[in-house]
């Protein structure tokens, strides 16, 4: 008996293999008529045991003989992190990794991603992968067609002006009293940056997204196990496992009353979402009241949606008794939660990655500390953060944005920061079920259905084509151009103007009618830490026993570069960055 269960198994194993070795034979025969250097891999990237186990898996076969070839260096989730656009100058604009699963074409050329940002129709988000964001609903992530025009057109407005200024007044009062907790250590210095940064940006979230306001404290405390859960450490526990859930789903760990941690995450799920239904008719009442609303991002995205179903009184009885509603109604409520987690974990974590990154980068360039810092002396003249308006204060920052952005016809603030440390490191797209043409260097490339094209963001970024000699260098002034003035007496700060980089070079927030409609909330959040944190202060390493700072300089870049793919992309180890602030 036992021996047919072994020799069923290992039969098992031999048609796995022999299955896949077929379908990478046949993807191959596919994949070379493109016409763009081939990689052949033997396992595909959405191979979801893969992506767990390989990177334990991978250092062993660093060890083999043929371990440093292409299948160590392209079968790793995230291999883009750390190869610094290496690939497309060793392979050229564009190549094709063949897998048993699907054939991917990765993309480093501006005039082609532009194309394949703006043909939306034609290359596809491919919905099967994000699909399993729908945890609390559908949302503007996860739908194609008529659905997602609708729900682009109220989410988009519910990102306004009046939502902005939550964000700005809420991210200047968090990082005040997180830097009075970091001055507190005095010269021991803070090793805690990047955990204080991500209570920072979920208070902002909770705030400007739900109208829960909460003090700063340190994240170190941990979930309360008895009594009611608020809802930031419902958020909390939801984004800190949002693979978990996005795995299991709500429904199932709502049920589990063991083991305690995936209790505790089920019970979060079900408060989150009681918390999310209680503002839901709380506006409700309001709107029927005709009274104003609160302006958080929740409340803005009901009452847009509210407008929207103004549309819906279209709608008709069919002959068979079902009601037919037009497709450009609003949002149903399971729509309104699924958006709203979906803000959630698309922005926190990415708002929180990147200004870990930036606050690390400017202990390592005390010159850039400066050059901003005289930018703040001068526009904010006023000591009292009270002073400190979004209306006047957020337009006139240009090295402050430049640390993290450029403008395009002041409007579109994209990041100097998210050019190399970009936390989302690509969107996936496909040709969908029908073939594709793309021009890429004067030559056509004939693509095939069902293929994926993931237009390669982080080594687009880096390309000297567009970027240099120093293109893998932080160096946030490059954004900035003095222009000319007629008034002679006008400072240099006021001749200064964003540089606008080649269409499709710098695309940090993807392009095209897909793009992030989140960008300015986390500009702005952005913008207002760097004011709070550094008017008056400056950051750098606690320096060790003898050592010399240029020395510290080099092992706080060291950390910074020590980054890898975990859920985003970030920083491995940021805890062995010891940094102090100091008055300036």
Known sequence: MANNLLVTFLMSIVGWVLYCAYCLALNYQVARKVGVPLIVIPISPENVPWIIAGKYLIPLFKCLPFGNGSFTRFNRHGWQTTDNGKAHLDFGDAFITVTPGKNWLYVCNAEALTDIFRRGSDFPRTLEIVEMLNVFGPSVSTVEGPAW???????????????????????????????????????????????????????VLSSAGFGKSYPFQDSSEAVKEVGPMNHRDALSLI????????????????????????????????????????????????????????????????????????????????????????????????????????????????????????????????????????????????????????????????????????????????????????????????????????????????????????????????????WGTDSLQWRPSRWIVSSFTPRPQANQLEREHFYTPPEGCFVPFSEGVRSCPGRKFAQVEHVAVMVALFREHRVQPVLQVGEPMEQALKRIMNVVDDKGMVLLMQMLHPEKAILEWRKR
């Open 149 to 203: 025009q609708k729900q682009r057109k109220i989410t988009a407005s519910s990102f306004n002006e009046r939502n902005m200024k939550l964000v700005w007044d809420e991210s200047l009062r968090q990082a005040i009293e997180m830097l009075a907790w970091w001055k507190l250590h005095d010269r021991k210095g803070v090793r805690s940056t990047a955990r204080n940064i991500s209570t920072l940006t979920l208070h």
């Open 239 to 466: 984004l800190e496992n949002a693979m978990v859930i996005l795995v299991f789903g709500p429904k199932f760990l709502a049920r589990l009353s063991r083991p305690k941690k995936l209790a505790q995450l089920g019970q979060a799920t079900v408060t989150f979402k009681k918390y999310m239904t209680e503002i839901l008719e709380e506006e409700k009442i309001l709107m029927a009241q005709g009274k104003s609303g609160k302006g958080n991002l929740m409340t803005s995205l009901i009452r847009a949606s509210d407008k929207g179903s103004e549309v819906a009184h279209a709608s008709k009885i069919t002959n068979d008794g079902s009601l037919v509603i037009h497709a450009q109604g609003g949002l149903t409520e399971n729509e309104i939660y699924g958006n709203m987690f979906v803000f959630n974990f698309a922005g926190q974590d990415t708002t929180a990655q990147t200004l870990i990154f930036t606050i690390h980068l400017l202990a390592a360039h005390p010159e850039v500390q400066d050059w901003m810092g005289e930018e703040l002396q001068y526009y904010l003249s006023e000591d009292s953060p009270s002073n400190w308006s979004y209306e006047e204060v957020f337009p006139r920052l240009k090295r402050c944005l430049a640390v993290l952005s450029k403008s395009i016809l002041s409007q579109i603030l994209q990041f100097e920061t998210l050019r190399l440390y970009d936390p989302v490191i690509g969107v996936v797209k496909s040709t969908a079920s029908r073939p594709q043409t793309l021009a890429l260097a004067g030559k056509t490339l004939n693509l095939p259905p069902d293929m994926r094209v993931n237009p390669n963001i982080l080594a687009v970024h880096v390309h000297p084509r567009y």
